[in-house]
């Protein structure tokens, strides 16, 4: 049990290694080495694009959400306007790209799994190996890049949308103005808190699509190994996210940021 | 005699308890077709895929091009997949691509050709399998006899010097089939590649073959033209091409221990 999960855990690093060399290949190698920038593109307009309304929704009511449970402790001591600086702080350091990791799990992790999956089964990688075409660079590559730069995207897009929905729970129903709640905000954030969301964005990226297409390529036994290899995708992904969000939220700590 | 293009030597392979092959050799010569057969699961398509590189080997060896696959760096083995055109068993089409799209990529990705000629080569090699007319048709929209023939002129679209055949004629109907035998046959003449087939289908391994080869337990019994294997007289050959279901091919049933087994007496 042991030794397979250190075996497991090796492969995976042989994948990850393997993609790495080849986004450096790619930079600097000729024809055959290119990822292509079509390829690319498409697939960031299905991992990310996609994802948009979702990530947009969930963190708008995580925002509101926030705003509400702390109205009432705050109110206790007559501050209830500093919801905005706890909303902004959590949103951009750990909650934006936290959900918007998570909800891109559900959609691209577990879809790009279903599909590396499917071409498993269906000899497609086989026949791209046999055509002297590595799947790592084809298929691995685009796939790791359209997800780390998405995310980083939607995050972005997360964080403004998840101030908006506690801004709005404020505005209409704790009695504070716009401009109060943004100033508040501005007061709060600092550069770091949005670097740093932004740094664990595009871990969260690597983490989401890196264990999906391992898990994708690994797939044996038909229909049955797809449905299978998509669950513990997205299992297996939470529970890394989570893991590697302590350890650099730990980290940041420690290094003061 | 020529050199052989791909010799086989001593190899063995294991999955488990299972012998896949047992020192197994066997030399594949220049412009030969050489039909392997064997019943299902006999080894036949990891065979192939060994000879691709695909499969890494317990023992023995495979030289091609005067060089052992096993040791071949990823670069050197890249350029001993590209010579090679591979028809898979399903076709293998990739499904998200269009079929004209299947056929490119290969040029796409090893060629410096302007996409204008790329086009052009597409349709050249889905005429030749009659398939030009659906160049913009996905995979999932062709029958199985097409998907194969498309497969075929994507494997052709690299120009190899061999070409490996997967079941070619698998689950297709009768007509399918010898449609597909014929193709081979006429691309064989026609452009005089070494060819390897491996089928377990009779009368398509007649219609192809130069030479042929039957494994069974991890071993070539029997290596000749086809003319030997028609007029064999060997037990052997004759339950395979008669298809018998009694003979030394047939697995043993196993009698020993079945009352214990039955009545848990174990």
């Known amino acids: ?257 | 005699m020529d050199d052989p293009v791909i010799a086989i030597k001593n190899i063995t392979k294991r999955f488990g308890d299972r012998v896949i092959f047992d020192r197994l050799s066997l030399d594949i010569y220049p412009g030969q077709t050489l039909v392997i057969m064997g019943g299902s699961g006999s080894g036949k398509s990891t065979l192939l895929r060994a000879m691709m590189g695909q499969v890494p080997l317990d023992g023995g060896e495979i030289i091609a091009g005067g060089r052992s696959i096993g040791s071949m760096t990823e670069p050197q083995l890249m350029d001993w997949r590209k010579s090679v055109g591979f028809l898979f068993q399903s076709g293998a089409l990739f499904n998200s691509m269009t079929v004209a799209d299947n056929l490119a990529l290969t040029m796409r990705e090893h060629s410096d050709l302007a996409e204008s000629t790329i086009q052009i080569m597409v349709k050249i090699y889905l005429q030749m399998v009659g398939l030009r007319q659906h160049l913009n048709k996905m995979p999932a929209e062709l029958s199985g006899g097409m998907k194969k023939r498309a497969g075929l002129a994507r494997a052709l679209m690299m120009q190899p010097q061999i070409f490996f055949y997967d079941e070619p004629t698998a689950g297709l109907d009768p007509v399918s089939s010898a449609q597909i035998d014929t193709l081979i046959s006429d691309l064989h003449r026609k452009l005089r590649f070494t060819s390897v087939v491996v089928t377990h289908e009779i009368k398509s391994a007649f219609r192809v073959a130069d030479r042929m080869a039957l494994l069974h337990n991890g071993k070539f019994v029997v290596v000749g033209a086809p003319d030997e294997f028609r007029s064999s007289k060997d037990p052997l050959i004759r339950q395979f091409i008669d298809g018998l279901s009694v003979g030394p091919l047939s697995d043993p049933r196993g009698h020993e221990d079945y009352e214990k087994d039955i009545l848990q007496l174990g």
Not at chain 1, 10 to 24: E, S, T
Not at chain 1, 147 to 157: D, G, Q, Y
Not at chain 1, 162 to 184: D, E, K, N, P
């Open chain 1, 1 to 257: 049990m042991f030794r397979q999960a250190i075996e497991v855990l090796g492969d995976f690093g042989l994948m990850l290694y393997r993609a790495l060399a080849a986004i450096h290949e790619s930079l600097v190698g000729g024809r055959g080495s290119r990822i292509g920038r079509a390829n690319l593109w498409w697939q960031m307009n299905r991992v990310g694009i996609s994802s948009i309304p979702i990530v947009c929704l969930v963190l708008f009511c995580i925002g509101a959400i926030l705003e509400l449970q702390m109205a009432k402790p705050l109110a206790n001591f007559g501050v209830v306007p500093l919801t905005a600086d706890i909303v902004s702080l959590a949103t951009f350091r750990e909650l934006g790209p936290l959900v918007s990791a998570v909800v891109l799990t559900g959609f691209g992790g577990a879809a790009i799994a279903a599909e590396l999956g499917t071409m498993v089964v269906g000899e497609e990688i086989e026949a791209l190996e046999a055509q002297a075409i590595d799947p790592i660079r084809f298929l691995v590559v685009p796939r790791v890049l359209a997800t780390i730069i998405m995310l980083v995207c939607l995050t972005v897009l997360g964080d403004l949308v998840a101030v908006f929905g506690g801004m709005t729970v404020g505005f209409f129903w704790l009695g504070i103005g716009v401009r109060q709640y943004l100033a508040h905000s501005r007061e709060m954030l600092h550069v770091q808190d949005f670097v740093t969301g932004l740094i664990k964005a595009g871990v969260f990226g690597l983490l989401i699509s890196s264990i999906a297409c391992f898990m994708g390529l690994r797939v044996k036994g038909g229909a049955e190994g797809v449905g299978l290899a998509t669950s513990r995708t997205v299992v297996y992904t939470i529970v890394a996210l989570i893991l590697v969000d302590l350890l650099f939220t730990s980290a940041f700590f420690y290094l003061g940021f």
